[in-house]
Nanobody, 128 residues
């Protein structure tokens, strides 16, 4: 019974930045890891970044490491993805998701059923 709503996507030029937000409601937000995933047309959904339930550790796909930063504000029940130095290959629909396990000690770095709630997605388009 978790609802996730992404926002912040849009059309930008290569090299620009965007900040995505994911507002959560329902399950106690602060006790669950969160993740960001993306899916480009004709491609499988892929892992982008994740953060542990207490924000103590973050994880990134190699393709975004050094450019993207995941964070969370538990007081606001919100997860963020700061995306800098955007490239055309970053073009995709971006989804946030909530881990199903209470205070999991690590994160699942792949799109799977271990993330039991997903947002509707927000489109990010990066032109050359």
């Amino acid at each position: 019974q978790v609802q996730l709503v992404e926002s912040g996507g849009g059309l930008v030029q290569a090299g620009d930045s965007l900040r995505l937000s994911c507002a959560a409601s329902g399950r106690t937000f602060s006790n669950y890891a969160m993740g960001w995933f993306r899916q480009a047309p004709g491609k499988e959904r892929e892992f982008v970044a994740a953060i542990t339930w207490n924000g103590g550790r973050t994880y990134y796909a190699d393709s975004v490491k050094g450019r993207f930063t995941i964070s969370r504000d538990n007081a606001k029940n919100t997860e963020y993805l700061q995306m800098n130095s955007l490239k055309p290959e970053d073009t995709a629909v971006y989804y946030c998701a909530t881990d199903k396990v209470f205070r999991r000690r690590a994160v699942v770095t792949a799109p799977s059923a271990e993330y039991d709630y997903w947002g509707q997605g927000t489109q990010v388009t990066v032109s050359s």
